[in-house]
């Protein structure tokens, strides 16, 4: 009997390091490693990598595409958000302690480490210079007013 459990105990062991360790190392496996990754950036890697985190602690539930399902008028990609977040570490302050009286809870350094929020936040600023759309959306809004006003001051002019 002693043989059979030793052959257990070493398939158990050899199934852990064959399941595990791949992820621990960047989640690489056989057929994710090779000639293939060796054309990406470290900004392909840390932006694949921070979307990972962006999905698994589940920003992408109310952050999809960059924008804000709980207050749609603060959406986290677009020129208001980069000019009220210019430095990373203001996203990341608001990641880390939440909003208080809000959805938005906090991610400590517990939940999202340091190397996974570098990521996170690399991310998080591609939501704004790789959406066209937002672009499109910003130049949209931006000329709106414009009407809005010259509407007003016609009317005004009648009167």
Known sequence: MRPVSARLALTAIFLTFAVVLPGFAGGETKEGSGSSNANNSPGEAALSRGKVVF???????????????????????????????PEDSQIESVIRNGVPNASMPSFGPAVITEE???DLLCYVRSLTRSDPETSENEKKKQARPAVRSAGKKAGKKKK
């Open 55 to 85: 999905e698994t602690h589940l920003c992408v539930e109310c952050h999809k595409d960059g924008g804000n399902s709980v207050r749609p008028s603060k959406p986290i990609s677009g020129k208001k958000f980069l000019k009220k977040y």
């Open 116 to 118: 996974e929020m570098k």
